[in-house]
């Protein structure tokens, strides 16, 4: 398997502009993960959808930040307009449907960092 | 709630020292217990688990138990080498819902 796919893996970018970063889960998976890690903050989950619809969106930091998934294969974050506070790197995870052996494990991308000037 | 509660770091070893990093929890339940791995520039891995209390997780030469009496998830190796350095986090499981993690613990082996 390809394991969680992220794009792009570094992103630059000026205040004010907008910001889509992608995911691609593992086959199968229904549960996707959104976290950002900072060296002040640490890993916080921003949100988190089982089979494509959104579960608890309560650590999306502000209404600049939203989160979809069409489809069980694909989800973006978007930061618009995007500030320098948002540089950080941002983690996609996936996880396979409830029950069963090895159900609870999470599986993280590479990430993507952000950098806004 | 759940909450996992792990060494401040950073901890820096010489190679082949003996390591541990402490992990305590507060769960309802019967929670799984992770250790996730991070390496410089990557994300985070999955090293061990364990699904229920006196289990063992074993991998790369590190153990943690799941111990009830004491809510905890210490990470042990006998031998560090430098390839180990790294950010180390405990989590655990509750069930639907993500995993919930601590803060990490950054690891520095020097030769």
């Known amino acids: 398997d390809a394991g969680v796919i992220q794009s792009p893996r570094h992103e630059v970018t000026e205040m004010g502009q907008e910001v889509t970063l992608r995911c691609k889960p593992i086959?199968?998976?229904?549960?996707l993960f959104w976290y950002r890690q900072t060296m002040m903050r640490g890993l916080e989950l921003l949100i988190y959808?089982?089979?494509?619809?959104?579960?608890?969106d309560s650590g999306m930091p502000e209404d600049r930040f939203s989160a979809k998934m069409p489809n069980a294969s694909f989800s973006t974050l978007k930061i618009q307009p995007s500030e320098p506070r948002d540089s950080a790197v941002y983690f996609c995870?996936?996880?396979?449907?409830?029950?069963?052996?090895?159900?609870?494990?999470?599986?993280f991308g590479p990430g993507t960092r952000l950098t806004v000037l | 709630g759940n909450s996992v509660t792990q060494m401040e770091g950073p901890v820096t070893l010489s190679e082949e020292a003996f390591l541990t990093i402490n992990c305590t929890y507060t769960?309802?339940?019967?929670?799984?217990l992770f250790w996730y791995v991070q390496y410089p520039g990557e994300g985070l891995q999955l090293l061990l688990k364990a699904t229920k209390a006196d289990d063992k997780g074993s991998n790369k030469g590190f153990e943690a138990t799941y111990r009830k009496e004491t809510t905890s998830f210490h990470l042990e190796k006998g031998s560090v080498q430098v390839s180990d350095s790294a950010v180390y986090f405990c989590a655990l499981s509750g069930g639907n819902t993500p995993l919930v993690f601590g803060k990490g613990t950054r690891l520095s082996v020097i030769a």
């Open positions: 086959s199968g998976h229904d549960y």
């Open positions: 995870a996936s996880r396979k449907p409830s029950g069963g052996y090895g159900t609870d494990t999470q599986y």
């Open positions: 769960a309802t339940g019967y929670p799984s």
């Open positions: 959808f089982n089979n494509n619809v959104p579960i608890d």
